[in-house]
Structure formats: structure tokens, C-alpha cells
């Protein structure tokens, strides 16, 4: 059994995988970490490995906790990676996007894919057919949208994602909920158009915090997977393992 761990920006996600089926799946704050593994550890005591992605503020201590019980491995640049990396600046590129990459790559062979991730941030990650790595965006995730509009003017509130009633917004928080939602699905639409005008033998992977809230609301046909990194983390795991 592998336990995989991302640590995100805002919370760790983690999974417990036997060979490719996912047994059970976890969410919890940075501050329960130590505490959240010994309960998966003892609940599933035939794990022989911990997979750890970060681009979260966690102190590698934390993990190396639970040596003495299961091997750790820190995921970093100087893996192994099933594609061809032409990022201008790949030490910069974070190892959060190489997972999802990587995911993509093993599972969706020779195609075109486009990976989007909703979190925090949302990343549009783009790989060839080749298996080449090209590159993509980064943009503020809905939270993040939400905080600005009332951290950097006077009287806005700070509201919580709630799906807009009408499109054209008739109040201030129905205004800010159409400008917030609307706008991160025409972002997210406007991406995948210009990338499906320039490819074809395309697939368009969502995944993320957001990914359920926003798969339906996407004109664009697209495989929706909010547990795409814990398993892109498991197959680059499995990967790196055959090499």
C-alpha cells in the first residue's frame, strides 16, 4: 500500500492506494498533520511507502516522523518524469504541476492534454502528444478572487462562493458572485478554445477543490477528476519505481 500526500496552499489532501485502486481518501488542515497520519497508519498498517508532494509551508520533520514505519519519499525536480520538460525555467516550475504532468501523460498517451487545477490558484498545464511539456498559465482560483475584491477597496464584502442567480447581477453580492464565477468560467473557457483552435487529439483534464463546482457550468467537454493529483501522484510514484 502507498500513502500519497499533497500539500497544498491552503490544506493536505491525501490517499491510500493499493496497486491503482484508491482505498480511502482524507482532508485536513496543515496542523493535524502528524496526528492525521498516525491514524491512516494505523487503520492501514500494510503501507509500505509515503509519496509527498509540497508546495506548502511543511517542514520535511513532520514526515520523517513515520520513518521507522514506512518509507518516505520527497517528490523533486531531480525525478524521473515520463515527458521532456521545456520549461524555460524548469527548477522553477512547481512540482504540484510536474505531478499533474505526469498523471496525464501516463494516463492519456499520445494526446494532447491540457490539465487545469482549481485550488488555490488555477494552473492550466499543457503536454504534447510527443509527451512534451510546453508550459501554461497561472491565475488567482475563486478564493483568491473573492479576498481581492474585498482586501484592495473600501466597501466590498467578503463573500463565499455561491453560484450567481442571474447573469446580470441586480444587487452588490450578486454582482460580485457573476463577475467572480462568471469570469473564472469564461477565463477557463477562453483557454481551452484557443488551445483546441491550435490541437487536435485533445483532452481536457479539471481537477481541484473547485473542479465539482465548476464541471458543469463549462461549455467545453472535460474529463472532471478532483482527485487527480493524489492519483498522478501514485502512477508517478509507480513510474518512477520502473525505471
Do not use: W
Not at 525555467?89 to 505526469?102: C, E, F, Q, Y
Not at 473600501?154 to 444587487?171: F, H, K, Q, V
Not at 473542479?211 to 457550468?217: D, P, T
Amino acid at each position: 500500500m502507498v500513502l500519497t500526500v499533497d500539500v497544498g496552499n491552503t490544506r493536505i489532501k491525501a490517499a491510500v492506494f493499493e496497486g491503482s485502486n484508491v482505498l480511502e481518501n482524507f482532508v485536513f488542515e496543515k496542523n493535524e498533520l502528524e496526528k492525521k497520519i498516525e491514524n491512516i497508519l494505523k487503520k492501514f498498517q500494510n503501507c509500505s511507502d509515503l509519496v509527498v508532494a509540497s508546495v506548502g509551508n511543511i517542514e520535511k520533520q513532520s514526515f520523517l516522523t513515520f520513518e521507522n514505519q514506512l518509507n518516505i519519499h520527497f517528490l523533486t525536480h531531480e525525478d524521473v518524469f515520463p515527458f521532456i520538460n521545456k520549461y524555460e525555467t524548469p527548477k522553477t516550475l512547481g512540482i504540484d504541476r510536474m505531478v499533474l504532468a505526469a498523471g496525464a501523460t501516463l494516463q492519456f498517451p499520445k494526446q494532447n492534454r491540457l490539465v487545469i487545477d482549481a485550488g488555490t490558484c488555477i494552473t492550466y498545464d499543457f503536454i504534447d502528444e510527443n509527451d512534451n511539456y510546453l508550459g501554461g498559465a497561472i491565475s488567482p482560483g475563486l478564493r483568491l478572487r473573492y479576498e481581492a475584491l474585498h482586501n484592495y477597496t473600501a466597501r466590498l464584502p467578503l463573500l463565499t462562493l455561491e453560484s450567481p442567480d442571474l447573469y446580470i447581477g441586480n444587487s452588490t453580492k450578486q454582482a460580485i458572485h457573476s463577475g467572480v464565477v462568471n469570469g473564472f468560467v469564461y477565463e477557463i473557457d477562453g483557454f481551452i478554445d484557443e488551445y483546441q483552435a491550435n490541437f487536435s487529439n485533445f483532452i481536457i483534464i479539471l481537477t481541484g477543490g473547485d473542479a465539482e463546482f465548476l464541471a458543469k457550468r463549462l461549455k467545453n467537454t472535460i474529463f472532471a477528476n478532483s482527485n487527480f493529483l493524489l492519483e498522478s501522484l501514485n502512477q508517478t510514484f509507480q513510474y518512477k519505481n520502473r525505471q
